[in-house]
Nanobody
Framework: QEQLVESGGGLVQAGGSLRLSCAAS?????????MGWFRQAPGKEREFVGA???????YYADSGKGRFTISRDNAKNTVYLQMNSLKPEDTAVYYC???????????????????WGQGTQVTVSS
């Protein structure tokens, strides 16, 4: 059974850092998946944060460029989202997603991803 489990969320002050992890299991040839991070704030739609493809190419939404870094460790079947210089507007539930496709460019819409984690809360206080 395919499963994604996020961890690492929590409460942090503005300017602080967090590293989220996403552990994948049950994904056949998971090293070829595109792995994405999305977030959803209360009352808002789920939005793209960033993604990493099978070539380790990374893509970021403008909101996180220069502050967020995505990486993956295929040996551990884990993807990471390092978030620095956090702002109160980064407060949201963060979701990991996996796309069963070899992509040259990672897609940025939720409908393009096949599997989702349960989410982890990130709260940034001012």
């Amino acid at each position: 059974q395919e499963q994604l489990v996020e961890s690492g969320g929590g409460l942090v002050q503005a300017g602080g850092s967090l590293r989220l992890s996403c552990a994948a299991s049950g994904l056949i040839s998971s090293s070829r998946y595109t792995m994405g991070w999305f977030r959803q704030a209360p009352g808002k739609e789920r939005e793209f944060v960033g993604a990493i493809n099978w070539r380790f190419s990374t893509y970021y939404a403008d909101s996180g460029k220069g502050r967020f870094t995505i990486s993956r460790d295929n040996a551990k079947n884990t993807v990471y989202l390092q978030m620095n210089s956090l702002k109160p507007e980064d407060t949201a539930v963060y979701y990991c997603a996996a796309r069963r496709s070899i992509d040259a460019v990672a897609p940025t819409t939720t409908r393009d991803y096949n599997y989702w984690g349960q989410g982890t809360q990130v709260t940034v206080s001012s």
